[in-house]
Antibody, heavy 119, light 105 residues
Framework: QVQLVESGGGFVKPGGSLRLSCAASGFMFSDHYMSWIRQAPGKGLEWVSSIITSGDTIYYADSVKGRFTISRDNAMNSLYLQMNSLRTEDTAVYYC????????????WGQGTLVTVSS | SYVLTQPPSVSVAPASTATISCGGDNIGSNSVHWYQQKPGQAPVLVISFDNDRPSGIPERFSGFNSGNTATLTITRVEAGDEADYYCQVWNTRGVFGGGTKLTVL
């Protein structure tokens, strides 16, 4: 069955960096668009970034553009999110999720990893 | 930027029908997806492409999308349906509604 396992979350000071990873198994990773979605404590869902199968096309939310970088390694069945210049408002649980393609839903989600940005 | 508007909360009695709305400018021209999220858990897709149910989702869940409003309808509501529900579309970027907390009285 599809399994997505996020890691790399933790506590970081404002201005710091973190790299999140998402290990995928149980499906053909290279055939799926992948995304990161986050949820601040007690708040709703916020789409962060998406990457197509080849990695050639990438999309970012305005709130993270220029600070976050999404990437993937199809040989390693892994998705990444490099987060730089972190702000307190980036504090959230970060989920990775699969997508079927353009306009498709996020059909499988990991359990999330918590990122806390605080001084 | 595109905005999706959901009511913060909906309350219904067990065995009744719950309807959750999702408003957006000409949302009917987009495909709408719905997610259920229970406390401490990751979201789960319950409706895709306006009214498709993924495998394992009960027939009690259905969706409709037209004009400026999409709706998620849950018939014969059970205690286990109590959760937060989010609508979502793609409009140059991924967009989620603010979420609706469904309470089963």
């Amino acid at each position: 069955q599809v399994q997505l396992v996020e890691s790399g979350g933790g506590f970081v000071k404002p201005g710091g960096s973190l790299r999140l990873s998402c290990a995928a198994s149980g499906f053909m990773f290279s055939d799926h668009y992948m995304s990161w979605i986050r949820q601040a404590p007690g708040k709703g869902l916020e789409w962060v970034s998406s990457i197509i199968t080849s990695g050639d096309t990438i999309y970012y939310a305005d709130s993270v553009k220029g600070r976050f970088t999404i990437s993937r390694d199809n040989a390693m069945n892994s998705l990444y999110l490099q987060m730089n210049s972190l702000r307190t408002e980036d504090t959230a649980v970060y989920y990775c999720a699969t997508e079927g393609g353009s306009s498709s839903p996020f059909d499988n989600w990991g359990q999330g990893t918590l990122v806390t940005v605080s001084s | 930027s595109y905005v999706l508007t959901q009511p913060p909360s909906v309350s219904v009695a067990p065995a009744s029908t719950a309807t959750i709305s999702c408003g957006g400018d000409n949302i009917g021209s987009n495909s709408v997806h719905w997610y259920q999220q229970k406390p401490g858990q990751a979201p789960v897709l319950v409706i895709s492409f306006d009214n498709d149910r993924p495998s394992g989702i009960p027939e009690r869940f259905s969706g409709f999308n037209s004009g400026n409003t999409a709706t998620l309808t849950i018939t014969r509501v059970e205690a286990g349906d109590e959760a937060d529900y989010y609508c979502q579309v793609w409009n140059t970027r991924g967009v989620f509604g603010g979420g609706t907390k469904l309470t089963v009285l």
